[in-house]
């Protein structure tokens, strides 16, 4: 199994970037994906999530400027990323989970970094 993250950056605040998860070894249309976020110092957090046709799941500190989906066809999850903010400043990192709860499965991080 492997998740390749790409797609992060630096932008200036208000920008936009699009991160992308590919995955091979998984069906990610089958299973719960999701995007983290850590920072130096602090716990990794959930920012995204999706599985199924279900409701997506955001963060509140997110919602309404991060859109989480997928192409089943290239199995691959994005993370469309706009009005983007300085404390959005992060490792960004997908992730797959089989059970809904237990994130088993671990891409390698991009950096965004949000300047003011």
């Known amino acids: 199994v492997q998740l390749q993250a790409s797609g992060g950056g630096l932008v200036q605040a208000g920008g936009s970037l699009r991160l992308s998860c590919a995955a091979s070894?998984?069906?990610?249309?089958?299973?719960?994906m999701g995007w983290f976020r850590q920072v130096p110092g602090a716990e990794r957090e959930l920012v995204a999530a999706?599985?199924?046709?279900?409701?997506?799941y955001y963060q509140d500190s997110v919602k309404g400027r991060f859109t989480i989906s997928r192409d089943n066809a290239k199995n691959t999850v994005y993370l469309q990323m706009i009005s983007l903010k300085p404390e959005d400043t992060a490792v960004y990192y997908c992730?797959?989970?089989?059970?809904?709860?237990?994130?088993?499965?671990w891409g390698q991080g991009t950096l965004v970094t949000v300047s003011s």
């Open positions: 992730a797959a989970s089989r059970t809904g709860s237990d994130w088993s499965y």
């Open positions: 070894g998984l069906t990610v249309s089958s299973l719960r």
């Open positions: 999706i599985i199924w046709n279900f409701s997506p």
